[in-house]
């Protein structure tokens, strides 16, 4: 009974632990698909706002033409500046202070677009032309230190990117010269052959002088040896033995004729003048 209710508890616990993970997965999950939501929901009510406040720049005449261009270009400056850092920021870690004090701008900015649509709204022309310098400085100041901090990351990467490309064209160079390489290598290679070229007929002509030479003497020792000989012909050289070279005679089949022209000219003259 006791190993029966350790088990019950046991699977109690696991079935607890799977619905609790469970729920925290779901919840996790949740809010992840609502805060993307809100995200979505948020840039397309910010483009919304963006062609709205671009059709008030053309539609509208006097001061509500005017705080919508600074409205306009407030915002335009800081999505510029903002898509520029985050773009960066994989490459260059620097760029999240940057993202920071950027963050910092825009929460200014906002202050400042809600009160210029409070101006919008102001039914009094004399309050709007009073205010509205003021505010369009304002907007001016934010607007040019976003610019700046767009202007100098732009200035960054770019110069990362030509030192990253002057690296990369010195080890195309390098390597460019390691391939050529091969021209020297060619070069020595045949000179080398040429040499060996020259060794190897040097050797053939030196190795035919001497077979001309051998074949001269196994002439002379053939005949020698028909003079020695009376019926059993010369012995020839082999053509592997290491002991000489065939002759001219063996090679043109005029040995075992010379051999007998020799022996008929040995036979003692049986004419008048022996007796």
Not at 38 to 60: D, F, G, Q, S
Not at 221 to 233: E, P, T
Request: charged share 25%.
């Amino acid at each position: 009974m006791d190993v029966f209710g350790v088990m019950i508890g046991l699977v109690l616990l696991f079935g607890i632990a799977t619905l609790v993970l469970a729920v925290v997965g779901t919840v996790k999950a949740a809010k992840a698909v609502a805060a993307k939501v809100e995200k979505h929901e948020a840039n397309a009510r910010r483009a919304v706002e963006t062609a709205t406040l671009k059709a008030k720049t053309y539609t509208k005449v006097g001061p509500p033409a005017q705080i919508a261009s600074v409205r306009l270009k407030l915002r335009t400056s800081l999505d510029g500046t903002r898509q520029v850092l985050e773009g960066g920021l994989a490459q260059d870690g620097q760029l999240g202070e940057s993202l920071a004090l950027l963050t910092r701008l825009d929460a200014h900015a906002a202050e400042l677009d809600g009160e210029l649509r409070v101006l919008e709204r102001e039914p009094d022309t004399a309050r709007v032309a009073a205010k509205l310098p003021e505010l369009r400085e304002r907007a001016e100041r934010i607007t040019h230190a976003a610019e700046t901090m767009r202007w100098a990351a732009q200035d960054r990467m770019h110069r990362f990117a030509d030192d990253e490309l002057s690296r990369l064209s010195q080890e195309c160079e390098s390597e460019a010269g390691a391939l050529r390489h091969w021209d020297t290598g060619a070069g020595s290679g045949s000179a080398s052959g040429a040499a060996s070229g020259t060794a190897a007929a040097s050797a053939a002509a030196s190795g035919g002088g001497s077979a001309g030479v051998g074949g001269a003497a196994g002439a002379a020792g053939s005949s020698g040896g028909g003079a020695g000989s009376s019926g059993g012909g010369a012995v020839r050289a082999g053509l592997t033995d290491g002991k000489g070279r065939p002759s001219a005679e063996d090679l043109l089949g005029l040995a075992d004729p010379l051999t007998k022209l020799a022996q008929r000219l040995r036979k003692p003259s049986t004419g008048p003048s022996a007796s």
